[in-house]
């Protein structure tokens, strides 16, 4: 399994917004002074992901999993069986007439309960798919 920092690279982003806000506003890139007043309003401000503060989340993680649950029921919009096309990929300079979906129907053998979720694919010959997808990369076709 492969660790991502994705969410640690997000809040990196949130803080160095924060960060520059401040050194235009004071004119001063002092950082030190006002990491500690940055970081207590990262810790109370409500993030969209869980509905709540990191601090109202930490006195009770409880509600952050039962919502995070939640999120992830609701956007499974696939079942294993189904059968999907798999989109192509279109550079800039690609003709719109050209197919946006494979001709190739590819059957869901497993969906896994990440955030956002994905699914693994096999061909008609039952042979698996390299990687996974996202719900927004296959559309949902009728076997032929």
Do not use: C
């Given at each position: 399994r492969t660790m991502k920092a994705c969410i640690v690279e997000r809040f990196n982003r949130t803080l160095k917004e924060k960060m520059f806000?401040?050194?235009?506003?004071?004119?001063?890139?002092?950082?030190?002074?006002?990491?500690p007043s940055l970081i207590n309003e990262y810790n109370n401000t409500k993030h969209r992901t869980i509905g709540m503060s990191p601090v109202q989340a930490d006195a009770d993680p409880t509600?952050?999993?039962i919502k995070t649950r939640?999120?992830?029921?609701?956007k499974i919009k696939l079942k294993i069986g189904d059968y999907v096309r798999i989109s192509t990929y279109k550079g800039v300079f690609t003709k719109g007439y050209f197919p946006s979906w494979s001709t190739e129907i590819f059957k869901i053998v497993k969906?896994?309960?990440?955030?956002?979720?994905?699914?693994?694919?096999?061909?008609?010959?039952?042979?698996?798919?390299?990687g996974c997808f996202y719900s927004e990369e296959i559309c949902k076709t009728n076997y032929p």
């Open positions: 806000r401040e050194f235009t506003a004071r004119g001063s890139q002092n950082w030190i002074s006002i990491l509600s952050v999993e939640k999120i992830i029921n609701k969906i896994n309960q990440t955030s956002p979720v994905t699914y693994q694919l096999q061909d008609y010959t039952g042979k698996p798919i390299a």
